[in-house]
């Protein structure tokens, strides 16, 4: 049962990565105040309850990377809400975990999670434009 929860996790997160890296975002960067009054909408707090009730209230970083199950009551956004606001309340894009994890999942909160932040890098390069610079030869013209 342990595999089959851990499997359905990893899914889960290669899913809404696959699924968004396939459709680009131009970006919108939201204000603190708009993010505080999405965090007390009524379409957030059902959507949240809904993805505790999906993931029976069980750490999904937890599952995934110690092989562990223990409670989470934290509902984390697996790309980040500043990254993609069009993902906000979207179900595909959440998961539960421990405050403690999600403390550790953001740089903001005390230093970030190394896998996390490995995987935030990777996926940052790979959208990175790589440019070759090119000079005019001065001997041709």
């Known amino acids: 049962m342990l595999e089959q929860l851990k499997q359905t996790a990893i899914d889960r997160q290669q899913l809404i990565t696959t ?3 396939s459709h680009p975002y131009m970006g919108y960067d939201p204000t603190e105040k708009e993010i505080q009054t999405f965090y007390r909408s009524k379409p957030w707090l059902a959507v ?15 599952l995934v990377e110690n092989d562990r199950i223990i409670p989470g009551n934290t509902v984390h956004h697996i790309i980040p809400l500043r990254e993609r606001w069009d993902l906000r309340a979207d179900i595909r894009n959440l998961e539960v975990i421990s405050r403690s994890n999600h403390n550790r999942e953001h740089p903001e909160r005390n230093g970030g999670s190394v896998v996390r932040t490995e995987y935030e890098t990777k996926r940052r390069n790979a959208k990175l434009v790589r ?11």
């Open 19 to 21: 699924w968004a890296d």
């Open 48 to 62: 949240r309850q809904q993805v505790l009730n999906r993931d029976n209230y069980i750490d999904q970083f937890e």
């Open 131 to 141: 440019a070759v610079k090119i000079k005019t030869n001065d001997e041709l013209i």
